[in-house]
């Protein structure tokens, strides 16, 4: 199966409303409609504004985080409905800067993968080890015990119509990315983890590379068998090299 490539600018907690407008507009503009498809992740203040600006475009928005819980009494959240209600298509879950900070456990991530499903959103699972971590000869330890807790009590099936960006954390705004054969490595141990549940849902779940992506390094990268698109931090703020990216993916 040809999987369709990805690539997913996540604006972090950067810009102003009038950046982000700028941002969305340039991209609306000079984004190429090929062969990938594109998201957008800005902050949650700016996200209504920018859904006005790509809204019919080939632009997708997506949102940085969402709540395990549906609706209540929970300050602060903001829930998939609400996410879905704006016009995001999709959400990030899990990514390192929320586990390492926050103490977000695989639970925790695992639960708001299931509420963003149940709200019609496409949940991006953010995986991947620590340089620590990586230096103990753990990381394939540690990322498996991060894909299953999405895999357990029949997970597989909806792992395999959502996407995993793999983002090993010491490569994170570090302008130091994973070598392309490394990161496929991981991306293939990914792929056998979820085969052993579910061999369709390896065919067909979108394996992100995330991590110093960047105009220069994007094509080898994204060249590699299992390295389905990117998601991308820094690169992501400028629209000329975000949109460089998009095009190395095939867009
Ligand atoms: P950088 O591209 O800035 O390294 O960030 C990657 C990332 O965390 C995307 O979610």
Redesign the pocket.
């Known amino acids: 199966m040809a999987r369709r490539p990805l690539v997913?600018g996540?604006w972090?907690m950067n810009g102003t409303a009038r950046e982000a407008a700028h941002l969305a507009r340039a991209l609306v503009d000079g984004h190429p409609d090929g062969a990938a498809d594109v998201a957008v992740c800005p902050p949650f203040p700016y996200l209504a504004a920018v859904a006005g600006i790509v809204a019919g475009t080939p632009v997708a928005l997506g949102a940085q985080d969402v709540s395990p819980q549906a609706s209540g009494a929970h300050t602060g959240e903001v829930s998939a409905g609400m996410l879905h209600d704006v016009g995001c298509r999709w959400v990030?879950v899990g990514?390192?800067?929320r586990r390492t900070r926050l103490g977000e456990t695989d639970e925790a991530v695992r639960a708001k993968f299931e509420r963003a499903r149940e709200s019609g959103l496409a949940p991006i699972a953010?995986v991947g080890e620590t340089l620590e971590e990586r230096e103990a000869g753990e990381a394939e330890q540690v990322v498996g015990r991060q894909v299953d807790a999405l895999l357990a009590d029949g997970g597989a099936e909806a792992v395999g119509e959502s996407v995993i960006?793999y983002?090993p954390v010491w490569?994170?705004?570090?302008?130091r990315?994973a070598a392309p054969e490394d990161a496929q490595a991981m991306h293939r141990a990914v792929r056998d983890r979820v085969a052993s549940r579910r061999a369709a849902a390896a065919e067909s779940v979108r394996i992100l590379y995330?991590?110093?992506?960047?105009e220069k390094n994007a094509a080898e990268l994204f060249s590699m068998p299992d390295i389905d698109g990117g998601?991308?931090?820094?690169?992501?703020l400028d629209p000329d090299r975000f949109i460089a990216i998009c095009r190395a993916a095939g867009g």
């Open positions: 997913v996540n972090k990030i990514h390192s800067e953010c960006a983002e490569a994170i705004g570090t302008g990315n995330g991590g110093s992506v960047n998601l991308v931090g820094g690169a992501s």
